[in-house]
């Protein structure tokens, strides 16, 4: 378990613009330096679909993928990785393991909805 960070303010979380999409495509990401796939996942007519690179490949194949509702923070800046520039940060959480499983609702909800 690792320690907590130093404790921040609400302001400073709801800078952050934490989404719903789902995932429409996933594929190998052959050029990573670690085991990654390539994710295309729809955010709604506001946002659209956007790009990003996930290390989560000891819980997910691509094509199970596929459908799946996970949430994004899709206001960072894009960021390069390998060739691959990912526009949004695919929320997951570490098992026991230090494996990563993603983050999503129980319920299906409308792609795009802000956290709230």
Known sequence: MTDLTPQTTFDTFMALDIRIGTIVQAEVFAEARKPAYKLMVDFGEEIGVKKSSAQITVHYEPDEL???????????????????????????????????????????????????
């Open 66 to 116: 596929i459908g799946k509702q996970v949430m994004g923070v899709v206001n960072f800046p894009p960021r390069q990785i390998g060739p691959v520039k990912s526009q949004v940060l695919v929320l997951g959480f570490e098992d026991a393991e230090g494996a990563v499983v993603l983050a999503g609702p129980d319920f299906e909800v409308p792609n795009g909805t802000r956290m709230s």
